[in-house]
């Protein structure tokens, strides 16, 4: 026969294996999950080549004391030809604000007249062309008021080769009109998965009437598709893998445990929306024609400028 006083103690022994056993399970499914974790980032590292392309030294701003959960990341696509010199065919800034998650993105037509710290004034995306990242980002801050604290490059062809790693089963995207021409893949209209040549060439088409503009804003659709897929809980468990290739496809100034550090919330942050703006804005440019730089836009600096803070800074 059992005292009666005995039971509450036998009650808390249990308890205690209880609590025991759960706290082991839960150490060893982290422990198990950080080594699947390592392993795929190895792998996702091991079969992707590196980047090799000399971008030159950078020196990105200290954060504002005014918005210091603001982080902006300059952004930049590459057509990498092997001659050790490329222009830019892509140009963002990134605006990440830590203190609620929100991004917002805004795309610099590659065109516009700018004024090249040091040269002529020429293209804007002449700048990277003739020195590299840090002549890319003097020109961006000292043109339009915006900080640039971080930035990453990457070539198409790793563009492509990414694309295909994160997501083998394609990104939805809803094609408006056939593409063809001078983007090495045939686009029908509708709405399909597209692989990483097909989104590349999607991306960078502008063989129609919208030019420039039409291509810029496609690239804001990319990038919004892209957060919707990489929200998915299939793209989530791939994204050690993923986050291994990107420490070889993309250069970035960041370490790779900071990427890890960045990445990580920005693919759990489900309800996150993109906003996007593109410059110049409406209404703020006209067309010319130069011997030295060719057909440009030539803006309405105070005006786009006034846009960028409204977009970029009333936020805060």
């Given at each position: 026969?059992?005292?009666?006083?005995?039971?509450?103690?036998?009650?808390?022994?249990r308890k205690l294996r209880l609590?025991?056993?759960?706290?082991?399970?839960?150490?060893?499914?982290?422990?198990?999950?950080?080594?699947?974790?390592?392993?795929?980032?190895?792998?996702?590292?091991?079969?992707?080549?590196?980047?090799?392309?000399?971008?030159?030294?950078?020196?990105?701003?200290?954060?504002?004391?005014?918005?210091?959960?603001?982080?902006?990341?300059?952004?930049?696509?590459?057509?990498?030809?092997?001659?050790?010199?490329?222009?830019?065919?892509?140009?963002?800034?990134?605006?990440?604000?830590?203190?609620?998650?929100?991004?917002?993105?805004?795309?610099?037509?590659?065109?516009?007249?700018?004024?090249?710290?040091?040269?002529?004034?020429?293209?804007?995306?002449?700048?990277?062309?003739?020195?590299?990242?840090?002549?890319?980002?003097?020109?961006?801050?000292?043109?339009?008021?915006?900080?640039?604290?971080?930035?990453?490059?990457?070539?198409?062809?790793?563009?492509?080769?990414?694309?295909?790693?994160?997501?083998?089963?394609?990104?939805?995207?809803?094609?408006?009109?056939?593409?063809?021409?001078?983007?090495?893949?045939?686009?029908?209209?509708?709405?399909?998965?597209?692989?990483?040549?097909?989104?590349?060439?999607?991306?960078?088409?502008?063989?129609?009437q919208e030019g420039d503009f039409?291509?810029?804003?496609?690239?804001?659709?990319?990038?919004?598709?892209?957060?919707?897929?990489?929200?998915?809980?299939?793209?989530?468990?791939?994204?050690?893998?993923?986050?291994?290739?990107?420490?070889?496809?993309?250069?970035?100034?960041?370490?790779?445990?900071?990427?890890?550090?960045?990445?990580?919330?920005?693919?759990?942050?489900?309800?996150?929306?993109?906003?996007?703006?593109?410059?110049?804005?409406?209404?703020?440019?006209?067309?010319?024609?130069?011997?030295?730089a060719g057909s440009v836009i030539?803006?309405?600096?105070?005006?786009?400028?006034?846009?960028?803070?409204?977009?970029?800074?009333?936020?805060?």
């Amino acid at each position: 026969m059992v005292d009666h006083e005995e039971q509450p103690i036998l009650k808390r022994r249990r308890k205690l294996r209880l609590g025991r056993v759960l706290f082991t399970l839960f150490f060893i499914s982290i422990l198990l999950f950080a080594i699947y974790a390592v392993i795929q980032f190895s792998i996702g590292k091991n079969i992707t080549k590196g980047f090799t392309y000399d971008v030159g030294e950078f020196e990105g701003d200290l954060l504002h004391p005014n918005y210091p959960t603001m982080e902006n990341f300059l952004l930049l696509g590459i057509d990498n030809d092997g001659s050790g010199r490329s222009r830019t065919d892509t140009m963002m800034i990134v605006s990440w604000d830590k203190s609620d998650g929100s991004i917002r993105t805004l795309s610099l037509m590659r065109d516009i007249y700018a004024e090249i710290p040091g040269y002529k004034s020429y293209k804007l995306n002449t700048a990277f062309y003739l020195d590299g990242i840090q002549l890319a980002k003097d020109t961006i801050t000292s043109m339009f008021g915006i900080p640039i604290h971080h930035y990453a490059i990457i070539d198409f062809e790793n563009f492509e080769s990414m694309i295909d790693i994160a997501f083998p089963n394609g990104v939805e995207m809803n094609v408006q009109k056939e593409m063809s021409q001078n983007i090495g893949v045939t686009l029908m209209p509708g709405v399909q998965q597209l692989n990483g040549q097909e989104l590349l060439g999607y991306a960078r088409f502008r063989m129609d009437q919208e030019g420039d503009f039409g291509r810029v804003q496609r690239q804001q659709e990319v990038i919004a598709s892209l957060k919707n897929e990489s929200t998915k809980l299939s793209t989530i468990i791939r994204s050690p893998k993923i986050l291994g290739a990107l420490s070889n496809f993309v250069e970035t100034d960041l370490p790779e445990k900071e990427i890890i550090q960045k990445a990580i919330p920005l693919l759990l942050a489900k309800q996150m929306d993109v906003e996007t703006m593109t410059i110049p804005v409406e209404g703020s440019y006209r067309y010319n024609d130069y011997a030295h730089a060719g057909s440009v836009i030539e803006i309405d600096l105070e005006q786009n400028r006034a846009a960028i803070d409204a977009f970029l800074l009333n936020h805060q």
